[in-house]
């Protein structure tokens, strides 16, 4: 189990730096440390099951944040091009642009 467990993790971290490709410091250390748990899940081995069900569990969590906070810095990033390409294509006279609900 934790050897799956690991695996998954490690390929979901490098997955996850090569799809969004974070700028941030923070998110790419987080990335780090997905990949660090999923190693540390495969060095481990087979423990009690309190302890492979504890350590599944954090894998769980820290896949899921990982996965939510370097999705949000790539949309922060998308529409922070989006808003720049839209205001060089405004006419000079149009006055001030309206936000995008």
Known sequence: MLACMG??????????????????????????MMAVMGLVALLAGQGNGLFTAVQVGLGVAMAVCCTLRVRREY?????????????????????????AS
């Not at 998954?8 to 990335?31: D, H, S, W």
């Not at 922070?80 to 000079?92: C, Y």
């Open 7 to 32: 695996i998954l993790l490690i390929t979901g971290a490098c997955a996850l730096f090569v799809k969004y490709q974070p700028r941030i410091l923070e998110n790419q250390m987080l990335c780090g």
């Open 75 to 99: 949309a922060c990033r998308l529409r922070r091009q989006r808003r720049m390409r839209a205001l060089h294509r405004a006419p000079v006279g149009a006055g001030p642009l309206k936000r």
